[in-house]
């Protein structure tokens, strides 16, 4: 397929993961939650998820409680630099990973010494096989202390993390380039404070707005910073995005206007309240939403993952062309991909999206690269291990690493559109 395609030599091609989905042996909001909730999501799953297509497979791992605890990780923590070799071997270069706050600063105003040396080891051995570290700073996973006092629900409480991302810039900042912020913002107030799913499960869309609003002085208070320091304003920041695509399914005023409305909340409302701070634009991007009337309803026909989302890869070329011509900001795949433990859909999809993007740039879109989610399959949140997103497949009992025909692929593709230039 790589014939007709022209990626820039600088492309950034990588894989991205967060600390709590990987690492194991984590002490913070979510593991004391998970602890507490294991055993319910567990009895929940059989009328949760038994109208999944992919339920047969996933139903064992689905209905026991251990799979709701994320316990050793995927020992990411301990395995990171045979973890850097796979994704070298892949011919990715770049990887997005998360510093956990929770490991930084464990009491409130206390640094753990071992723990920054961890990370910088971690950053130096990427950097020593030739692969650019992209670094969240918050991933959805808070310090108990810092939930304790209330976390983001506080605007008075934003200096805690304000004061951590410092640190960080102070510690590591040298050996970083591209930062990620937030991750996901909106997901995090839709997740936690709207639908509560999340810890801390509010519902309340004042206090989840208000969490929102929050997060983005945070982002804006830390670009301040970095830009105050001679020694961080090489740092280049953003916030990353969880971009959802809402288009119309015909030509109907209702149909182009509520698209137009929920593409506002969803993503533009947020990206221009930090559309100056931000040196690049960090974008997620999964799912896509047909707009008829006021009612998304997407084609019967796409093929889903298995958590069911409908699967609409090429619809990526939109979403960038539509950022670039709205914020002309260049722009960094901060994630995308799939659930698909059978791996039957993974080429099908990054074939899709490799097009997609090949299109964007043709079309102007200044993409500097695409990281795929994820290396490793790895913790989902309230939905435990069972959803499997990996290149990478983990045997969680040998903790042994597998690499899937899929990735294969995509590494053979990235290397031939290597050796063109
Ligand atoms: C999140 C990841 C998550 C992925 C797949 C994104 O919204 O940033 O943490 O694993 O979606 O569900």
Redesign the pocket.
């Known amino acids: 397929m790589s014939r007709s395609l022209k990626f820039p030599k600088k492309f950034l091609w990588g894989a991205a993961t967060?600390a709590h989905?990987v690492e194991g042996g984590q002490h913070n909001q979510w593991t004391v939650w998970e602890l507490e909730n294991a055993r319910s999501l567990a009895a929940r799953a059989s009328y949760q998820y038994d109208d999944l297509e992919s339920w047969k497979a996933v139903a064992r791992e689905a209905k026991h409680p251990n799979n709701y605890v994320s316990g050793r990780g995927v020992d990411h923590f301990h395995r990171y630099e045979e973890d850097f070799r796979l994704l070298k071997q892949l011919g990715l270069t770049t990887f997005r990973f998360s510093i956990e706050w929770s490991r930084v600063e464990p009491e409130q105003g206390k640094w753990d010494a071992g723990a920054i040396t961890h990370y910088r080891d971690y950053i130096r051995s990427m950097k020593k096989q030739g692969i650019v570290p992209v670094a969240t700073l918050f991933?959805?996973t808070l310090p108990v202390w810092f939930a304790e006092l209330g976390g983001f629900e506080k605007r008075r409480n934003v200096r805690h993390f304000v004061r951590f991302a410092e640190k960080v810039f102070e510690e590591l900042g040298s050996d970083l380039g591209y930062v990620v912020t937030v991750?996901?913002p909106t997901?995090y107030m839709n997740e936690s404070y709207l639908a509560g799913n999340w810890p801390p499960n509010k519902t309340g869309k004042l206090r989840g707005v208000w969490v929102l609003l929050n997060l983005i002085a945070a982002h804006k208070r830390i670009y301040a910073l970095a830009r105050a320091s001679a020694h961080h304003r090489r740092l280049k920041l953003s916030m990353?995005h969880?971009v959802l695509h809402f288009y119309p399914g015909d030509t109907a005023w209702l149909s182009r206007m509520s698209a137009a409305v929920a593409g506002y909340a969803a993503n533009t409302f947020t990206i221009r309240r930090v559309r100056r701070q931000s040196d690049y634009l960090a974008v997620?991007y999964?799912q896509a939403f047909r707009m008829f009337g006021y009612r998304a309803h997407n084609s019967e026909l796409l093929e889903v993952n298995d958590?069911d989302w409908d699967m609409q890869p090429e619809l990526l070329e939109d979403v960038l062309e539509e950022l670039w011509e709205r914020h002309r900001l260049p722009i960094l795949v901060t994630?995308n991909?799939l659930?698909d433990g059978e791996d039957a859909k993974r080429v099908t999809w990054l074939k899709e999206t490799i097009g997609a993007m090949s299109r964007a740039l043709d079309a102007g879109v200044k993409l500097i690269g695409y990281l795929h989610?994820?290396l490793l399959d790895?913790f989902?949140?309230d939905k435990g291990y069972w959803?499997k997103?990996g290149l990478v497949a983990v045997n969680r009992r040998t903790m042994g690493r597998m690499v899937r025909p899929s990735a294969r692929w995509l590494s053979g593709v990235i290397k031939r559109l290597r050796n063109e230039h």
């Open positions: 967060a989905q991933h959805f991750n996901e997901v990353a969880h997620n999964y958590l994630e991909g659930a989610w994820s790895n989902e949140w959803p997103f």
